[in-house]
């Protein structure tokens, strides 16, 4: 295999460099029917095809949104480390599943290992905690939503898991209108329902309101209803804000509801000695979620799912006599099997044992800051330009504004000219800016922003991005003919 995947990497560097250089920038300037088309033309090739890899790694990176582009800002999608990248080369070269030992001998402990010392990053103790590798954020929160709701419903004395919900009480879960879709999604597949989470009301930032937060739980439990989980975020995802962790601590204990931590944006703050405050009662949280292919340039997937007791994951222990039979274990070979919701599981752990054996806490915490920095020079950049508004000031390295002409334009003018100014710079493939919509009702509610995960990326950049902005925003505006 040895000479056959180094002649096959090669080929798709080559197929790598020409497809960067097809797109020469940030976005292919192509119309999504367009490349959807030249996709096809070349899917409709000789069913055998020896320069397959070669034909379609050009394609791909042609045809992709380059998150290592300094204008491609619009999402948490971050550019990959090189060491991250050649380490996940290594797991699908070996392809070993986390799922029994004999299939991961050596990536059973080092999974274990890594989640042991993220577990000390958040602030659990180390010896009591566990954890496992996810494929994101929207797993992760289903976890923690799925041993809460365990946790609730077996006080009272059900089996959740195998027999289904008890009629009575109505199980709700509290989380701020800014959460992350994937907490109602989450709630409807365990049976909640989607109108099981309650929206917590939230600030300007988007950061949730404690007073609020504590109002709604004293209100649902004088209808005799169950809260099951409050759901804190450590990084809004429009926004980066950070949920007042001590006071959604403080609460869930005082009513006895599982805290869940959506840190996979922030934490990497962590990593950060100057942002790691802003992530302070993340430590009192029952479970957390992180997200490495985010604020930690991993290649996707790389989530991490972490509670603070192990004892938690009862309801997920399963035995399979061809998996993990127990004599295995009683004889010293450990299973993993009850740790996830999937049985065959890659070894994402690795690449980042790597990138963090690599880098070292400091070479990540530096990239970090850079994007923070980045961010708040950003943030000046967009006050100093005459025609744009800035939202607020960045929390992590996500920067909310608008295009906002000094000449009067109304809010539904606002609203279609950003919205329509943000479709053309993708369609021209000048850059990738992300799109939202503030919390309330009625026109002037959508914003562009910049999430900005590239360290390399400089203030230059970011300020010519903001000047196609306002270039692009003015074209549309007065009628001009538009860049082809």
């Not at 077996?154 to 709700?172: I, T």
């Not at 879709?181 to 709630?187: P, T």
Request: include cysteine; charge should be negative.
């Amino acid at each position: 295999m040895r000479s056959e995947l180094r002649d096959a990497v090669e080929l798709v560097l080559i197929g790598l460099e020409v497809g960067s250089a097809r797109r020469d920038g940030p976005v292919p300037r192509v119309t999504p029917e367009a490349l959807a088309e030249q996709v096809r033309g070349v899917l409709r090739l000789q069913e055998q095809d020896d320069d397959a890899l070669l034909r379609f790694t050009e394609l791909l990176a042609y045809g992709s949104a380059d998150p290592g582009h300094p204008a491609c800002a619009a999402h948490l999608h971050c550019p990959p480390h090189p060491v991250a990248v050649a380490a996940d080369l290594a797991v699908s070269a070996l392809n070993p599943s986390l799922d029994s030992w004999d299939q991961a001998p050596a990536a059973t402990t080092m999974e274990t290992e890594l989640l042991a010392e993220l577990a000390a990053l958040v602030g659990f103790d180390p010896a009591g905690a566990a954890g496992v590798l996810t494929t994101g954020g929207t797993e992760s929160n289903l976890m923690g939503l799925f041993l809460a709701r365990d946790r609730a419903f077996g006080a009272l004395g059900a089996e959740v898991s195998r027999d289904g919900l008890p009629p009575q009480p109505q199980g709700v879960v509290l989380a701020s209108e800014a959460a992350h879709f994937s907490v109602q999604r989450a709630a409807a597949l365990l049976g909640l329902g989607e109108r099981a989470v309650l929206p917590v009301p939230v600030d300007r930032s988007l950061r949730m309101d404690p007073v609020a937060l504590a109002g709604l739980l004293k209100e649902t439990v004088r209808q005799g209803r169950l809260p099951v989980a409050v759901v804190a975020t450590a990084g809004v995802t429009d926004t980066g804000a950070v949920d007042p962790l001590p006071a959604a601590a403080e609460l869930a204990a005082e009513y006895g509801a599982w805290l869940h931590v959506d840190a996979a944006y922030g934490g990497g703050a962590l990593f950060s000695e100057r942002l790691a405050p802003l992530l302070a009662g993340i430590e009192r949280a029952d479970s957390v979620s992180l997200d490495w292919h985010k604020f930690g340039w991993q290649p996707a997937a790389a989530g991490v799912f972490l509670t603070r007791r192990a004892a938690d994951y009862g309801p997920l222990e399963r035995r399979a006599v061809y998996l993990n039979p127990a004599d295995d274990d009683e004889a010293g070979y450990p299973s993993l099997l009850g740790r996830s919701l999937r049985t065959t599981r890659r070894a994402d752990a690795f690449k980042l044992l790597v990138t963090l054996r690599t880098l070292g806490r400091a070479g990540l915490g530096a990239r970090v800051d850079a994007c923070h920095e980045l961010a708040l020079a950003t943030a000046e950049s967009v006050r100093a330009v005459p025609g744009l508004e800035l939202h607020g000031e960045p929390v992590l390295s996500t920067v909310v504004f608008r295009y906002h002409p000094e000449s009067g334009a109304g809010p539904e003018e606002l609203d279609r000219l950003n919205a329509e100014l943000r479709r053309e710079l993708l369609r021209t493939g000048r850059a990738v800016v992300g799109r939202t919509e503030l919390p309330g009702e009625g026109p002037g509610r959508i914003r562009l922003k910049l999430t900005l995960l590239n360290p390399e990326t400089t203030p230059a950049d970011t300020a010519a991005v903001l000047a196609e902005v306002v270039a692009t925003g003015g074209r549309i505006r007065t009628g001009q003919p538009r860049h082809e």
